[in-house]
C-alpha cells in the first residue's frame, strides 16, 4: 500500500470522464451510498460539504435506502469503484423505484450502465485497483460533484496539493540517489564529507533501521 501514497498526487491530477450531464446536478439533501474504499469518499464528501453549506448531506454504507428517507426525497450519489458492490446497487435500484434524482462515481460495472440507461450524471474513474487504492481519483471525483453544486474551488486545491506531493517526492527520490551514487556502504556515506549534514543525519536514521532488522532477524533464527 506504500505506491498508493506515491501515486496520490498523480491520481488528483489524472483527467477522469465526466458524462455531458454533469452539471446537471442540484439538491438540498444528498445521500451517499458507499461500502469500504468507497464509501470513505463519501465521508471525505460529507466532510468538505460541512465547511461550504448548511445542506443535510447523509452517508449510509449498507443496504437500501429506507422509507423514511425516500420520503425525504434526496439526491442519491453512489460510490462504488467496481460498479457492482451489492449493498450500492440496492441503493440505486430503490432509487429508480421510487423516481430520486441520482448521480454515480465507478470504474465501471453496473452503476455506469445504469447511469448511461437513464441517462443520470457519472465520474468514471481508471479500473484495475482495490478501491482503497483509489482514494485519490475518488476524491477528486467526490471534489468535483462539490464544485459544482456550492461552486467552490476544491478541485484546483486537491491539484495544488497533488502536485506538491509530487514536488517532495521527486526531492526525496534525488537525495536517495544522491545518497548512494558514489557509496557502496552505509558506513561510507555517512562519513564522507561532500555530504551535508541533513544528508548524513537522514543516511544513519536508516543504518539504524537497517541495524534493527538485522538483529531482529538474527534473534529469531537463533530462537528457532
Not at 421510487?98 to 470504474?107: F, G, K, P, R, T
Request: hydrophobic residues 35%; negative net charge; contains cysteine.
Amino acid at each position: 500500500m506504500v505506491n498508493v501514497a506515491f501515486e496520490l498526487g498523480n491520481q488528483v491530477n489524472e483527467e477522469l470522464e465526466y458524462s455531458e450531464n454533469l452539471d446537471s446536478i442540484k439538491y438540498d439533501s444528498l445521500l451517499i451510498m458507499g461500502m469500504g474504499g468507497s464509501g470513505v469518499a463519501g465521508d471525505v464528501y460529507c466532510l468538505l460539504s460541512d465547511e461550504t453549506t448548511s445542506k443535510n448531506v447523509m452517508v449510509r454504507k449498507t443496504y437500501s435506502i429506507p422509507e423514511k428517507l425516500i420520503s425525504k426525497k434526496p439526491f442519491c450519489l453512489f460510490i462504488s469503484y467496481s460498479g457492482n458492490t451489492e449493498e450500492t446497487i440496492s441503493g440505486i435500484n430503490d432509487a429508480i423505484s421510487n423516481e430520486l434524482d441520482w448521480a454515480v462515481i465507478s470504474s465501471g460495472g453496473k452503476l455506469i450502465s445504469y447511469a448511461e440507461k437513464h441517462k443520470k450524471p457519472y465520474i468514471k474513474i481508471p479500473k484495475g485497483l482495490q478501491p482503497r487504492a483509489a482514494f485519490g481519483y475518488l476524491t477528486q471525483a467526490v471534489c468535483k460533484y462539490i464544485d459544482l453544486v456550492e461552486n467552490t474551488n476544491y478541485l484546483d486545491e486537491i491539484k495544488a496539493a497533488g502536485e506538491y506531493l509530487n514536488n517532495i517526492l521527486e526531492e526525496k527520490n534525488k537525495l536517495g540517489k544522491k545518497l548512494f551514487k558514489h557509496f557502496d556502504s552505509f558506513e561510507k556515506a555517512c562519513l564522507s564529507e561532500d555530504l551535508d549534514p541533513k544528508s548524513r543525519y537522514v543516511l544513519s536514521l536508516l543504518e539504524e533501521k537497517t541495524r534493527s532488522q538485522k538483529q531482529r532477524q538474527s534473534s529469531l533464527e537463533e530462537w528457532f
